[in-house]
């Protein structure tokens, strides 16, 4: 560049600058015009059209503990000024992300910052949108490059299978990108901050994957037949689930939208069949599509408090399909609302009356609508509903009846007071007890235990009731509280055939052990201390605690508290005679050992005069037994101790065949005379090993201890008084035992009276009597069957923890 300045010249080459002295840099006129060109450029761009954006915070800081630490900020916009002002709806919105760091400050950090930002800002580039949940909710992306369907929605071609796998493999490299940024940057994560990144980002990318793998599936359906006459529209759109998304954020408004953008999709597009077979078909099934969306819009007025308008689209829904139950809900919904009472009855009646799922809900609208309705004699018009309902159940439609009954309901008056006598108990029974079964027709379960449980409270001696309560809960997989309620309808009506049934599907199902509770117990026990080291818990056992006598109560709360809390007690039955004394056993043992294996025995089965109005028969006490075991966390199924260690309780009852004698039983014995049965006396014993045998066929290895109440062998010091011989132990049992596999074996029984221990065939048999006096000892001792490594034959230890 050439130079030309007043009163002479000089010049310079391209590049070079010579100075010029006496004047400083500013003043020189290359600087002087380049001083201008930039205040000129100021002066245009002042002119321009201006963005000013203002950020917030949108969640909490994520501090990433990588070398150097840094942490990542989010941004969303709060408001756009300038530059969008002609076009004030399509303000858009911005999202930032700020990383930063205090370490860069020294030079001696910056050489890592510079690394860690390379590796870190392209992550942050392609995951850090599916940190902002309000963006990635605006406007759906593109599930793939091509539409999955073309006008019609009829032909399909491979290349899109491919190019949508190929979509899905770069959302999972996307992920595994993370793994990858954690390797290279040496990030450490015992604090669970990347786990938590890499988590959201998973979320961020499920909405576009569950879309991906629904056209992957439509597609293939497709490809495998080309008979399909579905338009694209109705059968994948992200339009709804868009609106479901925006429902549940309380974007009511949004939802509208969406909604009614896919509403116009199948309406156009239930349209496009020339062949008037196929359009009706696809018309029929565009019907479907529409109502529920008309009824989603209705459900999103009816949020913004737009009654008439949810009524118009709820009536609208109803059109296209008239025996459509949640129409119906939401028409009622919005008559209430609009003050028309009678047509807000008329709407939740036919809802109740065509619903097949869930409707606690619509049942509780139907009875205040049936409440708000002028009856002028009540009881007469539940009745009239009662025998409506009848007659609905003789023609099997149940869901009428429900409706029926559910008015008649609502026309008694409300329960009075505890300790007050209702007048329309027995009506009132009747009802819910009628009900319970329409819902047990209809396999709703949940609501018809409520119903059975109202009609068992408003009368307990109407048997019916107790069949509709006992039904309810086999559906719904409470055997054992089932067998309770059809045992007491027995007793109220020996002669009930339903009950009768009953009760002996509850007996047939209870030895497979799959009920609600059986499950629960199983899965949450068994494996609890499978990883337990070896050598870090003993187990003792004792039998015949009788907690029920006043000196055995007070050793067992004399034992040591704290030399025990690591160890393990089997208590080989009769602890106590009543539900209540063994409770307080349990609880006192519990509080003593880190966990209590319990199996009943005879004395447990007795009915004490208090007990035999609350238990029909002896099989619903030892039910209500186990369940009172599974409340203080005491054992009565096969679970690990250790890692090596397993205890397996056996249920038990004697044969009379016991020692070889006749097979009859005594009939002068009156050992167990308190007992009462539904099975025939001879045959308990059958039916105890029958509970054993899911227990026998699970995985036990390293050293097995077996625990019953009676006696497994005839060989083992007994009473040989023949009458005692019959009711003191059951050969079969030994059977059970031997059938268990593992490494050392030990098996602890009671009954006997007899302190004993003797090896036979590899197995160590026990019996560590206490007795009914037992307490009187100083210092009563309990047997310590397996130390942590070994079995053990002969020791003892106090209950102060010493050894004896």
């Not at 493999?169 to 994560?189: A, Q, T, W």
């Not at 009654?307 to 939401?330: I, K, S, T, V, Y």
């Not at 709407?347 to 309705?373: C, N, P, Q, T, W």
Request: with cysteine; proline share 4%; net charge neutral.
């Amino acid at each position: 560049e050439t130079e030309e300045e007043q009163g002479g010249s000089s010049s310079s080459t391209a590049g070079q600058f010579q100075f010029q002295p006496g004047k400083r840099p500013a003043e020189l006129p290359a600087m002087r015009r380049r001083q201008a060109r930039r205040a000129a450029a100021r002066a245009q761009s002042s002119q321009r059209a201006r963005i000013v954006v203002q950020l917030k915070k949108v969640r909490a800081p994520m501090s990433l503990f990588t070398r150097p630490s840094c942490r990542v900020d989010f941004f969303s916009s709060v408001s756009v000024e300038g530059g969008m002002q002609k076009h004030p709806g399509a303000t858009p919105r911005i999202s930032a992300v700020l990383l930063s760091t205090t370490s860069s400050v020294k030079k001696a950090g910056l050489s890592e910052w510079e690394q860690l930002r390379r590796n870190l800002i392209p992550l942050l580039k392609a995951t850090s949108f599916h940190f902002f949940q309000d963006v990635r909710t605006m406007t759906p992306r593109a599930l793939v490059t091509s539409p999955a369907f073309d006008e019609y929605g009829n032909n399909v071609d491979e290349e899109f299978v491919q190019s949508a796998l190929q979509t899905e493999e770069e959302s999972m490299d996307l992920i595994s990108c993370c793994e990858r940024f954690r390797i290279d940057s040496g990030i450490d994560l015992r604090n669970g901050e990347l786990e938590a990144w890499r988590e959201v980002c998973t979320r961020g990318l499920s909405e576009r994957r569950t879309y991906l793998r629904q056209t992957l599936l439509v597609q293939k359906q497709l490809l495998a037949s080309s008979s399909s006459s579905l338009p694209g529209a109705l059968m994948l759109s992200p339009w709804k689930s868009m609106a479901d998304s925006a429902f549940r954020r309380g974007d009511y408004y949004s939802a509208i939208t969406l909604y009614d953008r896919r509403l116009q999709e199948v309406r156009r597009d239930s349209q496009d069949y020339q062949d008037e077979t196929e359009k009706a078909g696809t018309m029929a099934r565009a019907a479907e599509v529409e109502a529920i969306l008309l009824s989603n819009r209705s459900a999103c007025f009816g949020k913004l408090r737009l009654w008439q308008e949810a009524f118009n689209e709820a009536e609208a829904a109803l059109a296209l399909r008239p025996q459509w139950h949640r129409g119906f809900a939401r028409k009622a919904a919005a008559a209430v609302a609009l003050g028309r009472m009678e047509e807000a009855f008329t709407s939740y009646f036919e809802a109740v009356s065509l619903a097949r799922g869930s409707i606690e809900e619509d049942i509780k609208a139907l009875s205040r609508a049936a409440r708000a309705r002028d009856v002028r004699y009540p009881k007469d018009e539940a009745h009239k509903a009662k025998e409506r309902g009848n007659a609905a159940m003789r023609t099997c439609a149940f869901g009428l009846a429900v409706a029926e009954y559910t008015v008649a309901l609502a026309l008694l008056p409300d329960l009075p007071p505890a300790g007050t006598v209702d007048d329309c108990a027995l009506l009132r029974c009747i009802l819910a007890s009628n009900r319970s079964g329409a819902f047990c027709r209809l396999k709703l379960w949940r609501s018809a235990l409520t119903d059975g449980h109202l009609a068992v409270q408003a009368k307990e001696d109407f048997a019916k009731a107790h069949v509709r309560l006992g039904t309810a809960m086999l559906g719904a997989g409470l055997t054992e509280q089932a067998y309770l309620h059809f045992a007491k309808a027995l007793a109220l009506e020996p002669n009930d055939q339903t009950a009768l049934k009953g009760r002996q599907t509850c007996l047939a199902m209870l030895p497979l052990w799959t009920s609600q509770l059986a499950r629960q117990r199983r899965a949450a026990r068994f494996s609890v201390d499978l990883a337990r080291p070896s050598g870090t818990t003993r187990v003792f056992a004792i039998s015949d605690v009788h907690f029920d006598h006043r000196c055995n109560e007070e050793w067992v709360h004399e034992i040591d508290n704290f030399s025990f809390q690591e160890d393990v007690l089997i208590v080989a039955g009769n602890l106590a005679d009543t539900r209540n004394s063994i409770a307080k056993g349990l609880s006192a043992l519990k509080s003593k050992f880190r966990r209590v294996f319990y199996v009943p025995g005879n004395h447990e089965f007795w009915l004490a005069l208090a007990e035999s109005s609350k238990y029909p028969d002896s099989i619903a006490k030892f039910l209500s037994i186990l369940e009172l075991c599974d409340e203080l966390e005491v054992d009565v199924f096969p679970a690990a101790v250790a890692q090596d260690a397993f205890v397996v309780p056996l249920f038990s009852w004697y044969s009379a065949d016991f020692g070889g004698g006749d097979p009859f039983p005594d009939d002068t014995s009156t050992t167990d005379q308190h007992c009462r049965w539904s099975i025939p006396s001879s045959q308990i014993w059958r039916y105890m090993l029958r509970l054993n045998r899911s227990h026998l066929e699970l995985p036990y290895h390293g050293t097995v201890v077996s625990c019953s109440h009676f006696l497994p062998k005839s060989q083992l010091p007994h009473a040989k008084h023949s009458g005692l011989a019959k009711t003191t132990g059951c050969e079969a049992l030994d059977e059970q035992v031997r059938a268990l596999k593992g490494g050392q074996r030990v098996h602890v029984y009671g009954h006997s009276r007899q302190e004993h221990s003797e090896w036979d065939g590899g197995i160590l048999y026990v019996n560590h009597y206490h007795g009914e006096d037992g307490g009187r000892k100083a210092n009563a001792p309990l047997k310590c069957i397996y130390d942590g490594q070994k079995v053990m034959q002969n020791a003892v230890v106090g209950s102060d923890g010493t050894s004896g």
